[in-house]
């Protein structure tokens, strides 16, 4: 749930405002197109198995407004694993859904993995197909690794047998 608190957008455990997308190449063409790509890339499918999963997987979006600003959507799933920001502002939305190494250490690992996944992406697209590669770039670099480090520490931190055994029990 999308909280507003004096015009402060807050994201909530509790679910807020969505709506079901699913992409078809006929209505969100370059969207879908992305998404296959993402797909073969990713998952190593053919095109058509790529195109079948995604014209039949709605894709859920939590729409979040910001006050004098405007209504946008992010797809909800990442948002319990890494940081969302307003576009209007290019601010961090808090969100009470990202864990703390305190909370479960397991899923804060998984939030770094998410928000390292993303990385090559970002760089691939900017880097290669733009030709760009500039200060912003290094500094998305240096916080990979920071956050590879900050992941390393927290494996070192716990013991991973029991946290499993408590997080599945």
């Known amino acids: 749930m999308i909280e507003n608190n004096k015009n402060t957008l807050i994201i909530k455990e509790e679910e ?3 709506i079901d997308i699913t992409l078809s190449p006929e209505r969100y063409p370059i969207c879908f197109n992305r998404k296959v790509i993402e797909f073969m890339d990713a998952n190593g499918l053919s095109r058509e198995e790529a195109e079948n ?3 039949n997987s ?27 920001y307003n576009p209007y502002t290019g601010n961090e939305i808090p969100n009470e859904n990202l864990p703390t190494p305190e909370d479960n250490p397991l899923k ?13 992406t970002v760089l691939r697209t900017e880097v ?17 690794m920071e956050l590879i480090e900050g992941a390393v520490s927290a494996l070192n931190d716990i013991d991973l047998t029991e946290e499993r055994e408590r997080t599945n029990s």
């Open 16 to 18: 807020g405002d969505m």
């Open 58 to 84: 709605p894709i859920q979006l939590e729409l979040l407004y910001s006050i004098d600003q405007g209504l946008f959507a992010i797809e909800s799933e990442p948002l319990a694993y890494i940081p969302a």
């Open 128 to 144: 290669y197909d733009k030709h760009d590669f500039s200060i912003e770039h290094m500094g998305k670099l240096e916080e990979a």
């Open 108 to 120: 804060t690992l998984d939030t770094t993995i998410c928000q390292l996944t993303d990385l090559p």
């Open 53 to 55: 999963i995604i014209a």
